[in-house]
């Protein structure tokens, strides 16, 4: 099983796409293991959406699909439902 994922780092607006086998692990480096990397200067993420796929290559194919603008501006109103202004 491989998880698509979206963090968002509130306190920067950063948003990262990855995909894992290993969900929780994942998070878990990019919030406290992690020495190195894009990640570690935007902590603390927080998870806001997954999607679960049963072959790599499916979650690669959705990865590239969240990761192009039309993907992005989809994850950004749900940044924005999740993160009412006001």
Known sequence: MFTVYVLHSQKYD???I???SDLESRIESHNKLSK???TRKFRP???IHTEEFDMKEQAMKRERQLK???GRLWIRK???MIN???
Request: avoid cysteine; charged fraction near 20%.
């Open 78 to 80: 749900k940044i924005a």
């Open 36 to 38: 190195k990397g894009w």
């Open 45 to 47: 993420w927080r998870l």
């Open 84 to 86: 009412p202004i006001g």
């Open 18 to 20: 990855g995909y894992t």
């Open 14 to 16: 950063k948003i990262y």
């Open 68 to 70: 192009s603008y039309q």
